[in-house]
């Protein structure tokens, strides 16, 4: 057979604001890239970072690259190229390199908000910096090539701290923290504070405010955790936060009772999973900063006229001839300001066209569920399918020229608002059918299967919104949809959905209904240990059948099967296959015929009893093997030899 090396290239790019979540899988099919970085104190400005890659077997060759700016320090088992990548040829240890990475790294933001939009500047500062005592820094930019033999590796990256630190998904703070943790929708929030920061909300009031913003905002895309880092001031950041995949950094001044809330605008870049062309850049800027007041409004946080405010900066004549659709005309913040206000008519406008069927969270699931770049097309596309011409025609015309839109009143406001749009919740509490040839159970949380059986998730949805909608819930596993279901709720309704899967092999899956996701590990079944072995009658006549009975015990934590031989001399005469569930016992007799006389053994795994054919002893009905080789005939055999020996003695 023809053997087929492949060659497959993993390229991470440079940390972008908005990016995609890396893929997980199984680590035993899975290249493991992990990065541990750790402060440098003599050298401010650059942190050590170790990279280890942890390989399957059936990878030949790995190649890496390190960031411009690094500097190798040590190396085991790469081998360094003339384009200075290096690789690791698949023999000798596992590949690991050390290197000295830059840590500092600027950027222009939108550093100084004001309600008077002139105040307001671009300015270059510190998107991540190294202090020497402490350092809020981004993953090292590298990509990972690597040749394979068979089934495909995947490929997963770790982003870890060495000392004191906290690190995300691809963010880390260096230096001592403080943690604190929220669980809720499907998410773990980690909020962390550098022990030079000053926290201006408290901790509880803000993991309060993510909380209650992860139930409101409906887009479908929701990371299980998210890492914010409230940084210390009195460094030249080049924003006031900054968002990359589950991760952020906010200054740890900022305030949650503002319009312009910082904590939520973050926040809702880590619920963003698309990319734009250049035409519809402004909507990642402009959503976040529009939903950040909205969510703060609904939270009771600021009153509407600080929210109409806050939206009117968009009209500001700074911005007056900004076109949405052209960056190229942007002043500082146009994409902000004036992007807030046109996405938040849109979102008022399809509320009031489609009597709050649709809103603008659902044309934002609508573009964190394409694959493809978002255009301003592609936009104007699902907003008229979802709100009709008339606002399509809306939406092209604030976006395509430099026409300023104007925020609607607080009546219009309470009208459109009052009535939420569907909102179709799935509850956290599952209930799992497991059936099959071991059990046949319904539990609350999910066991470790076994090969070969069926699992029916059976999962509620309800419609928490004030009018009728439809809800098209997906069954993901490993990012593959194997199952849909579709259907109507009206307002307040619920209605259980059951979704069905087979595992016909081994391994760990995630599976993902809707926002929701947890592990399915399914492995090969346990063994059972045979526990007893009896028969019937220890003495029969030739051609008699002896009830043999087998006792089975599945001692593990999961279902049990063997395939269990009962053998007269070594021969097998009958088969069983216990079919157990965790703990579990299970007997099984068997009629076995002997047609010889004499002795003979019958025996299962280890257990073995003797029988004998054609004697006239007494049978013992029921006996159960206790001492291999020993029986009750031979040991009557043993008493009546040891009496003769006696008599011949005292004779």
């Known amino acids: 057979m023809r053997r087929v090396l492949v060659l497959v290239v993993i390229a991470l790019v440079a940390f972008q604001p908005v990016g995609v979540p890396v893929a997980t899988a199984a680590p035993d099919d899975t290249i493991v890239r992990t990065t541990t ?19 399957p077997s059936n990878v030949g060759s790995l190649t890496t690259t390190v960031p411009d700016d690094a500097s190798v320090t040590q190396t085991t088992g790469f081998e360094r190229n003339d384009d200075g990548t290096y690789t690791w040829d698949g023999d000798g240890p596992a590949p690991q390199l050390t290197m000295s990475v830059q840590a500092n790294r600027t950027g222009v933001g939108l ?51 060495a000392g004191d630190g906290v690190a995300g998904e691809r963010m880390a703070f260096l230096g001592p923290t403080t943690t604190y943790q929220r669980t809720a929708h499907g998410q773990t929030f980690t909020l962390v504070v550098p022990d030079g920061a000053t926290l201006e909300p408290e901790p509880d009031a803000i993991l309060d405010s993510l909380e209650a913003a992860s139930a409101s905002l409906r887009v479908d895309e929701r990371d299980p955790r998210v890492t914010l ?80 405010r806050h939206l009117a900066t ?83 015309r604030y976006v395509t020229s430099d026409a300023t839109a104007e925020v609607w009143t607080r009546h219009e406001h309470s009208e459109a608002f009052t009535r939420l749009p569907p909102r179709m919740v799935v509850d956290d509490d ?126 593990a934590d999961k279902p049990a099967t063997s395939d269990v031989s009962i053998r007269l001399d070594g021969t097998t005469v009958s088969t069983w296959q216990p079919m157990l569930d965790a703990g579990e016992t299970a007997t099984k007799t068997r009629q076995v015929t002997i047609e010889e006389v004499g002795h003979h053994v019958i025996a299962v795994g280890d257990q073995r009893v003797d029988v004998a054919v054609g004697g006239e002893t007494e049978t013992t009905p029921g006996t159960t093997a206790s001492t291999p080789g020993f029986t009750v005939g031979i040991g009557v055999v043993a008493i009546l030899l040891s009496a003769s020996y006696a008599m011949i003695r005292r004779e």
């Not at 510190?126 to 590796?153: H, L």
């Not at 309800?462 to 009018?467: C, Y």
């Open 37 to 55: 970085l750790s402060l440098t104190p003599d050298e401010p400005g650059s942190v050590d970072a170790t990279v280890s890659f942890d390989v």
């Open 229 to 308: 880092f409230a940084v210390p001031t009195g460094i030249e950041w080049a924003a006031q936060g900054l968002a990359g995949d589950a991760d952020a950094w906010v200054l740890a001044d900022r305030p949650l009772d503002s319009p312009d809330n910082v904590w939520l605008h973050e926040y809702v870049h880590t619920r963003s999973d698309y990319r734009t062309t250049e035409d519809a850049r402004w909507i990642t800027e402009g959503t976040a900063e529009y939903y950040a007041a909205l969510l703060s409004l609904e939270q009771g946080r600021i009153g509407f006229d600080e929210f109409e």
């Open 111 to 161: 550093r100084h908000v004001a309600t008077d939009a002139a105040d307001e500047s671009m300015e270059a500062g510190y998107e991540f910096v190294d202090t020497g005592p402490w350092a809020m820094v981004s993953a090292p930019s590298m990509s990972t090539e690597w040749r394979y033999r068979g089934d495909k590796p995947s490929f997963e990256t770790t982003l870890k701290v």
């Open 430 to 555: 599952y209930t799992f059918e497991i059936a099959g040839p071991y059990r046949n159970t319904s539990v609350s949380s999910l066991p470790t299967l076994v090969v070969g059986e069926t699992v029916t998730v059976n999962a509620t949805v309800t419609n928490q919104g004030d009018v009728a909608g439809e809800y098209d819930l997906s069954f993901v596993v490993d990012d593959e949809t194997v199952d849909s279901v579709v259907g109507a709720l009206d307002a307040g309704e619920s209605r259980t959905v059951d979704f069905t899967r087979t595992f016909e092999g081994p391994g760990t899956h995630e599976v993902r209904i809707e926002e929701r996701r947890f592990d399915g590990i399914v492995e090969e079944p346990a063994t059972p240990r045979i526990t007893s072995l009896t028969v019937a009658d220890r003495t029969i006549s030739p051609g008699e059948a002896v009830e043999v009975g087998v006792t089975a015990t599945n001692e």
């Open 314 to 396: 968009g009209s500001n004549s700074r911005y007056e001839s900004a076109v949405l659709s052209r960056p190229d005309t942007w002043t500082a913040g146009a994409n902000y300001r004036k992007g807030a206000l046109v996405f938040g008519n849109l979102d008022y406008r399809l509320r009031v066209t489609t009597d709050s069927t649709y809103a603008g969270a659902d044309v934002l699931a609508r573009m964190n569920g394409r694959d493809d770049r978002v255009s301003n097309s592609y936009l104007l596309d699902v907003v008229t399918e979802a709100g009709g011409q008339s606002t399509g025609d809306f939406l092209e």
